[in-house]
């Protein structure tokens, strides 16, 4: 009776883990997801930016040039507004930029990498210094029709997207997320003109938008420099697959995983086997009490 019992428990312990969660943990960047765009030393706006559910603010030093009402230097919300930031969204700020920088990655490049035109599948990837996206070329970015998928893109200085180059997500599932984490005390992105990207951009210092730039499922935050702006158009969603604590340690959520690191562009990635292992330990358990109690 008491290994019988044994089996039941093994039984739950096993179904409960094949269920899956109606939901995912969004804490990857705490407070900081309240934001669209968030600067440390100022946010500096020209021409009309358009901003979709998410605040503007600086912290420590709450400049916000062009940033009022509309007039030929403003911006206009679709849910947020300007408020002023607290020294608790950069330390939520820079938890997420140490935890995410603590996932073991695949190495695009030992020190720059340029993107073509390819396609990369979720993962963690790394370079050593910058990370270039060329001018009117498109780096895709395929979430195969997963749930919970992740792109993390450490980049050891700097991000550059090219002037009309886009970078775009392709078969999203739910609760995906895309993440560039400019590391080091130079680290900061640049949006050239009439770019398109998705992405959280979180930035170790600064980050430069420049005129005509789109961002979807995604923010413009920077840790210690300031974010500039020039008739952008910025929006956030998707979502945050990864959970990060207070102490900034990435840890599984529910509903989730950590990404492991990512594939050769333009590779694929082999599937993990563990799900097949508790299914298959799952039905063996069920045709065990079948037997010995029947």
């Known amino acids: 009776m008491k290994f019988r019992g044994f089996v039941i428990l093994f039984l739950i312990l096993i179904l409960s883990s094949l269920t899956p969660s109606v939901y995912a ?17 100022a946010v500096t706006n ?6 979709n559910n998410g605040n503007v603010g600086s912290f420590p030093t709450n400049s916000l040039t062009g940033t009022g009402g509309c007039g030929s230097d403003c911006l206009v919300f679709s849910g947020g507004s300007v408020v002023t930031a607290t020294a608790a969204n950069q ?6 930029i140490n935890g995410l920088s603590t996932l073991s990655p695949f190495s695009l490049s030992s020190t720059s990498f ?18 270039l996206v060329t001018g009117g070329d498109t780096l895709t970015l395929n979430a195969e029709g997963k749930n919970n998928a992740s792109f993390v893109f450490l980049i050891g200085s700097a991000l550059t997207v090219g002037v009309d ?16 984490v400019e590391q080091g005390t130079g680290g900061s992105a640049t949006l050239d003109t009439d770019a398109t990207f998705v992405g959280n951009i979180l930035a170790s210092v600064s980050i430069t938008l420049d005129k005509g730039v789109t961002i979807t499922c995604g923010r413009a935050l920077a840790n210690t420099g300031a974010v500039t702006m020039n008739n952008d158009t910025i929006t956030t969603g998707c979502g945050e697959s990864l959970d990060i604590s207070d102490e900034g340690k990435v840890e599984k959520v529910r509903g989730g995983h950590i990404p492991g690191p990512g594939s050769a562009p333009g590779g694929t990635v082999v599937p993990e086997s563990g799900t097949l292992l508790l299914l298959a ?3 063996f358990c069920i045709v065990f009490l079948r037997r010995h109690i029947m």
Do not use: E, R
Request: charged fraction near 10%; glycine fraction near 12%.
């Open 46 to 51: 020209t021409g009309v930016t358009t901003i």
């Open 114 to 131: 340029t993107a073509g035109n390819i396609t990369l599948t979720p993962g963690v990837y790394s370079t050593g210094t910058s990370f």
């Open 165 to 180: 180059a886009t970078v775009k997500l392709i078969n999203p599932g739910l609760n995906d997320g895309v993440y560039w």
């Open 91 to 96: 330390t939520d700020l820079t938890a997420a």
């Open 25 to 41: 943990d969004t804490t990857i960047l705490d407070s900081a997801a309240n934001f669209a765009v968030l600067g440390a030393s």
């Open 281 to 283: 330990c799952g039905m």
